[in-house]
């Protein structure tokens, strides 16, 4: 029997759930957007954000009423994931990216359970 911790995060590709006392939430995910000028922010199926330069970024969890824990910790991911994306970094360049702001903002239990993660 698998013991799963109470709080972490679990990816599917580029997918991932935030679990928050034994909760998951998700799928969050990106998509490029149509013009390929930015990256929209993907929540289920329905967008709550986008970048669309680095003086533009916005997102909006409010609508799904989701834990402040759990969109503290979607908003450093997402953010993680875009500036590894437009930076160029590597599978696990950016899984570190994403451990030390989930660390350097007091969230370590996330940092410390990261499962699917897969350094290409």
Known sequence: MTVTAA???RFEGTAFWVRHRHREYGPFDYEWSRDLGG???IYGREK???FCS???IYADLKEFHLPMRV???T???CGSIVFGILNGLSSHQKRE???DHLVNNGLNRFADNIEGWRDA
């Open 7 to 9: 709080s972490g995060l």
């Open 39 to 41: 990256v929209e922010l």
């Open 48 to 50: 709550f954000g986008e």
């Open 54 to 56: 680095a003086d533009e």
């Open 71 to 73: 969109v503290e910790v």
């Open 75 to 77: 908003s450093i991911v």
């Open 97 to 99: 990216v994403i451990s």
